[in-house]
């Protein structure tokens, strides 16, 4: 059961919408299911002589009283309006139950508290089998304004009981971090204009996608407008610096045919200003060139760096925890940025859905997280992808993905928890897409019989409380193939074993032979690195950086994703 609390200040309006036939003719038989006072709220929807300018004086009673009070001036923000859906899947309620929602919900608010008679004066109107719509005038009987402080976080906790209490669908419990809702009339915009998702959603996800991407302020809103979106930027009265920044989509106009704009922060809480600044480098780091001096460094480093964040999450700091997932819902938007192949609608899909398990109620400490967001940095700037090394950074997401779920779980962070499993999930069924031919090729590749046997040996000698298990891997074949290429790189493949062996997936792992397989892959070529090394002693700078432009991030590039709202 969901409510959406919001503020308005035409009573009449809202009430013409709410006994109307809908923007689309989609109410039924609207109607007033519970109100202060059933006797004396007229219901145009019952009585053909009640009209929506009667019921709006009676609920604006006190309302002109106040205006009186204050010499002609209405209250600010006066019209209390929260709709109230039940979940997919769930039965529909009877006007009884409806009306004993409503009155609950008003009085957990604060509106309405429970045998207060100089409560406000309120109504709950259905037009639709599976909601309501309850709507108040927010001025007591008395003259005040009622005490609504987080009345949407009351109502929340309020409709978990009746959840529980009716046999309803239990969602999951939020904690004022998750991003608004779009509206009905948003939501209704983009279904008129043939769009999948709304500007706001859509602004979103562009948000995020160039926030992973850029390395300062100035970028961000540079890449935005080049990909279309207006941007419009609030400075301070005295010093002139950006203290805010609205964003509106291409084409996405109002009835005055006037761009429609969204805070950064009405698109999520971390898309506001001060939350972005606390992400983006600062600006002496933000001029170092941009540059890596390896193609595979920017898939190596960034595996490094999730595989610490991995150990980060059994530790007892949650700042930095939150730190190290803020970092990695960045990380998977540049990975999906820089891969190829079919498996990147599932990298994008996870990067989507770990949006809401990137915060919480628990304040980051992002300093804690450079190594990892600098890392997942370099990726929007690489050239190629390397195969093998790309899919050992897709697993090595998978596993943080699941232990952030995990993490989420323990912290009783529901919402999170949820949208960490779901990127989970798209994230495996991504790896298992890249993976199962590239293992598939290393099995077909395999030395012969006498170097497989001599790295059985090695497993038994480094590994023997795991050998077993591996040798019965059907992976195994396939990681014969990589030790013999981590021999050729400069590696002693039982030093090598033994060395990734020690960590984590080993031991809950259904397959061990495959956590080796691309623990291993990561390992950097030790011949170049001595080739680099005495390339640098010498003077030769044949191996020498060169800056690489930045890459559009993903989901933000105009020839795929471009809106003609």
């Known amino acids: 059961m969901v409510p959406d609390v919001s503020t308005g200040s035409d009573t009449r309006g809202l009430i013409v919408y709410l006994f109307g036939p809908g ?3 989609e109410h039924t038989d609207p109607h007033i ?11 145009p929807g019952r009585d053909p002589a009640a009209t929506y300018s009667q019921l709006a004086k009676r609920l604006d009673t006190h309302v002109d009283l106040r205006t009186r009070e204050l010499g002609g001036k209405k209250p600010p923000q006066h019209v209390w309006h929260c709709p109230v859906r039940t979940a997919p899947g769930d039965r529909y309620l009877t006007d009884t139950e409806w009306a004993e929602v409503a009155r609950r ?40 304004r009622p005490r609504t402080h987080r009345d949407g976080q009351r109502a929340q906790a309020e409709c978990r009981k009746i959840e529980a209490e009716f046999g309803l669908r239990r969602l999951k419990s939020g904690d004022l971090t998750a991003p608004r809702t779009p509206t009905g009339a948003e939501r209704a915009k983009a279904e008129r204009q043939g769009q999948t998702v709304t500007a706001r959603q859509w602004l979103r996800e562009q948000a995020y996608a160039v926030a992973a991407a850029v390395h300062n302020e100035a970028d961000y809103f540079t890449v935005l407008q080049s990909l279309g979106i207006k941007v419009k930027t609030r400075l301070g009265p005295e010093t002139g610096d950006i203290i805010g920044y609205s964003l509106a989509a291409p084409g996405d106009t109002n009835a005055a045919s ?3 704009w969204y805070g950064g ?9 001060n939350r972005l600044r606390e992400r983006l480098p600062d600006q002496e780091m933000a001029d170092c060139p941009r540059h890596v001096a390896e193609p595979a460094d920017p898939w190596r480093h960034t595996t490094t760096a999730i595989h610490t964040a991995h150990t980060v999450l059994d530790s007892d700091d949650d700042a930095t925890t939150q730190g ?10 540049n990975i999906a940025s ?56 897709l697993f090595a997401t998978v596993h943080l993905a699941r232990a952030a779920a995990k993490w989420h779980e323990q912290h009783g962070h529901e919402q999170q928890a949820a949208a960490a499993e779901e990127a989970f999930r798209h994230l495996q069924v991504g790896y298992q897409q890249a993976a199962t031919p590239v293992l598939a090729d290393l099995a077909r590749r395999a030395p012969r019989a006498a170097t497989a046997h001599r790295f059985e040996q090695d497993v038994r000698a480094a590994l023997l409380d795991h050998a077993d298990r591996i040798l019965a891997d059907p992976t195994w074949t396939a990681l014969t193939t990589t030790l013999a290429h981590a ?51 010498s003077g030769t700078s044949s191996m020498s950086a060169t800056p690489i432009p930045p890459a559009t991030p993903v989901g933000t590039r105009p020839e795929e994703h471009s809106r003609h709202r």
Not at 265 to 273: E, Q, R, T, V, Y
Not at 324 to 333: E, K, M, N, P
Not at 514 to 535: D, K, Y
Request: hydrophobic share 45%; glycine share 6%.
């Open 105 to 144: 919900i008003v009085a957990a608010a604060g509106i309405a508290p429970e045998g207060d008679d100089k409560a406000c004066r309120w109504i709950a109107v259905r037009h639709a089998d599976d909601h309501i719509h309850i709507m108040a005038t927010t001025v007591r009987a008395d003259g005040r």
């Open 338 to 393: 820089a891969t190829t192949g079919p498996h990147r609608a599932e990298l994008r899909a996870a990067a989507m859905a770990f949006n809401r398990a990137r915060r919480s109620a628990t304040r980051a400490d992002h300093q804690a997280a450079t190594a990892l967001r600098k890392a997942a940095k370099e990726l929007a700037y690489a050239s190629n992808q390397p195969g093998g090394l790309a899919i050992a950074l």
């Open 487 to 537: 021999e050729t790189a400069g590696h002693n493949p039982r030093h090598l074993l033994a060395t990734v062996g020690t960590l984590r997936e080993l031991d809950s792992a259904e397959r061990p032979a495959e956590v080796l397989n691309w623990r291993i892959t990561a390992q950097p070529n030790r011949r170049t690195q001595a080739a680099r090394r005495r390339s640098t002693v």
């Open 258 to 260: 006037e761009p429609v």
């Open 265 to 273: 922060s009405k698109l999520a809480p971390d898309l506001s200003i």
């Open 33 to 43: 299911v519970a109100a202060w006072d059933m006797a004396g709220a007229p219901d």
């Open 23 to 25: 923007r689309r003719d």
């Open 324 to 333: 190290h997932l803020d970092a990695f819902g960045d990380a998977l938007y």
